[in-house]
């Protein structure tokens, strides 16, 4: 399977826990987004990288959340000290070189904080 | 304040009939894509569009960008069950790099 793949698919934890979610995207992709989807809503952009520079990041991310790419292939999502409204679908997508923006995205992981 | 208006954002019809999901936007986009989302799973790309007035096909699904390309429809010829699901439309803002989705449009087409 060549998509987008990412770990774990659920989550729960407690609040005030720290979780870490991981996304790899295509091979050879060099964009990396994450984005937030909560109940009945479009996905919200978090973040994005451009191998492994962060080039981008929402007012949505908190300074509890911190994302990384280290060497430009996949990418870690981590919050700290969760709360319940971090409650949501977490997506990670990517996308090529200019000119193909179109981003495909991985199955999601599902945080649920308690 | 929604950048990206999307409607219905409900729609339940029977098989057989047709219908069109909009979105719309005052703001140019690059790029609009469409994606289906199943519960549980991430969004799953229908279609691109990137020129203006563009028509692209899919079996019995017709999309359209706007010449503008502020807005785009989703247009289902004879609607069957398998075409249940959450529509969603997603822009990319010329000069930026994050999809603006719409609130999506959670179609449910009854037997």
Redesign the interface.
């Known amino acids: 399977d060549t998509g987008?793949s990412?770990n774990p698919r659920h989550k729960i934890t407690k609040r005030g826990q720290n979780v870490t979610f991981r996304c790899d995207p295509i091979s050879e992709h060099n964009?990396l987004?994450w984005?937030r989807q909560t109940l009945?809503?479009?996905?919200?952009?978090l973040t994005?990288f451009q191998n492994e520079a962060q080039?981008?990041k929402?007012r949505l991310l908190s300074d509890r959340f911190s994302a990384e790419r280290p060497k430009g292939s996949f990418s870690t999502l981590e919050i700290q000290r969760t709360e319940q409204g971090d409650s949501a679908m977490y997506?990670c997508?990517s996308s090529s070189p200019p000119g193909r923006?179109?981003?495909?995205?991985?199955?999601?992981t599902?945080l649920l904080v308690l | 304040t929604q950048l990206l208006e999307q409607s219905p954002q409900f729609l339940s019809i029977q098989e057989g009939e047709n219908l069109t999901v909009y979105c719309n936007s005052s703001s140019v986009f690059s790029s609009l894509q469409w994606y289906r989302q199943e519960p549980g799973e991430g969004p799953v790309l229908l279609v691109t569009v990137v020129t203006g007035g563009e028509v692209k096909k899919l079996k019995r699904l017709t999309f359209q960008f706007g010449d503008a390309r502020k807005d785009s429809s989703l247009h289902i010829t004879a609607a069957q069950p398998g075409d249940t699901g959450l529509y969603l439309c997603a822009g990319l803002i010329q000069g930026a790099q994050k999809l603006v989705f719409g609130q999506g449009t959670r179609l449910t087409i009854n037997p």
Do not use: D, H, N
């Open positions: 987008v990412q964009r987004y984005y009945g809503q479009g996905p919200e952009f994005y080039l981008e929402s997506l997508a923006e179109t981003q495909y995205f991985g199955p999601g599902r």
